[in-house]
Structures are given as C-alpha cells and as structure tokens.
C-alpha cells in the first residue's frame, strides 16, 4: 500500500496557480496581464519550478480556464498539455 501512495502522491502533486499583472500603459487598457506558476509538491522550496507569461485582449476565456485548472492536483502530463494550450493566451500586439 504504500508503494501505490507513494506513486499517487509523486503522479499528481503538480499544480498552477495564477497571478494577475498590473498593465500601466494606457495603450493596453483592454489587455489582461498576468503569470501561470508551476508548483510540485515533492519539491523542497516555497517558490514556483516555471512561470509563462499572459498577455490577452480575450479576458472572458482566460478567466474560464483560471477556474478549471487553478490549484486542480494534475500530472506532469497534463500541466505540459495546459501550458501548451495557455500559449494562445499570449497575444501581444505588434
């Protein structure tokens, strides 16, 4: 049993978290800025193993993904599929 406990908790201790962003420029008045940090429970620190950045005018579907995947316990697996889909999230202008 505790072989299986001990992979359970290795498996699925990843999880995000996200944190929103001031934007200062008037320019970017209907932009959303912010960071995903990347947690694992099974390693020894207080702060995050990776950071993407966010920068969106589409706010509405940031925030729906805010709530489906904040603070969810996750595989490794699943955290590189959700940054790979958080990447349309960034979307500065040129």
Partial sequence: MKGIKHFYE????????FTGEMIFNPKYYD??????EVYND????????DEYRIFTKDAK???????QH??????????????EQSREFYDPPD
């Fill in 31 to 36: 932009y959303t800025a912010g960071r995903i």
């Fill in 10 to 17: 290795r498996r699925f201790s990843w999880w995000l978290t």
């Fill in 42 to 49: 099974n390693i020894d620190t207080p702060y995050s193993q």
């Fill in 70 to 83: 904040e603070f969810k316990n996750m595989t490794k697996r699943k955290i590189n599929k959700l940054i």
């Fill in 61 to 67: 579907r940031f925030y729906s993904f805010i709530e």
